[in-house]
């Protein structure tokens, strides 16, 4: 049995500004990383399929921050947060200029927010944006998450030397990067367990 069962993900907003965001007490978990990383794909794995993240059909053009209320099974309700993708290479200057301010006062002013899940491609390891991300984040105190997507796609052996050389590249101890596989399901409970770690009483 998974160690988290989502009753039910509902869409809430949205937001294209602070104004929109819901007023509530629950715990925020935001999800960060590049439009190609297979962000979507995590967020419904670790929500059992049942988050339909709404995705632009020109990849890296979601342009607003997306709020999803999860009913969990025996556990208090918590919120995903899916933070517009970046780095993606047909995405105008102009347009990324334009989520950055949203992006970053989110993260800098939401006082529900607890943690920010950090997606890389194992494959490919963390790149300026992600380090830059990471560099910011820790210069504000903010909890994050390394999860290593795509795990899937090297052979078994070469996954541990992948994660490990991600680690290493953004300053972590190997134990802190999570290797993950929205198509097995492998590291669903890990990155889950770190989550209600970072999102209980502290």
Not at 3 to 23: E, I, Y
Not at 65 to 93: C, K, M, Q, T
Not at 109 to 132: F, H, I, S, T
């Amino acid at each position: 049995m998974a160690l988290v069962q989502v009753r039910k993900a509902q869409f809430v907003v949205g937001a294209s500004g602070a104004k929109a965001f819901p007023v509530w007490d629950l715990s925020e978990v935001a999800f960060a990383g590049r439009s190609n990383v297979g962000k979507s794909s995590a967020l419904k794995a670790l929500t059992g399929g049942k988050c339909s993240v709404r995705v632009s059909k020109t990849p890296g053009r979601t342009r607003e921050i997306n709020v999803f209320e999860l009913d969990l099974v025996d556990r208090p309700s918590v919120a995903f947060v899916d933070l517009p993708g970046y780095g993606y290479a047909s995405v105008p200057l102009k347009m990324r200029a334009q989520w950055g301010p949203l992006v970053r006062s989110y993260l800098e002013d939401r006082a529900n927010l607890k943690a920010v899940v950090l997606l890389c491609d194992v494959r490919r390891g963390p790149e300026d944006e992600e380090l830059g991300l990471v560099e910011w984040l820790d210069e504000r105190s903010i909890d994050w998450i390394a999860v290593c997507t795509k795990s899937d796609k090297l052979a078994k052996s070469k996954v541990k030397p992948a994660v490990w050389q991600a680690a290493r590249a953004l300053g972590i101890p190997a134990s802190r990067a999570v290797a993950f596989s929205a198509k097995t399901g492998f590291g669903v409970d890990e990155v889950w367990r770190r989550i209600l770690r970072l999102c209980g009483p502290k």
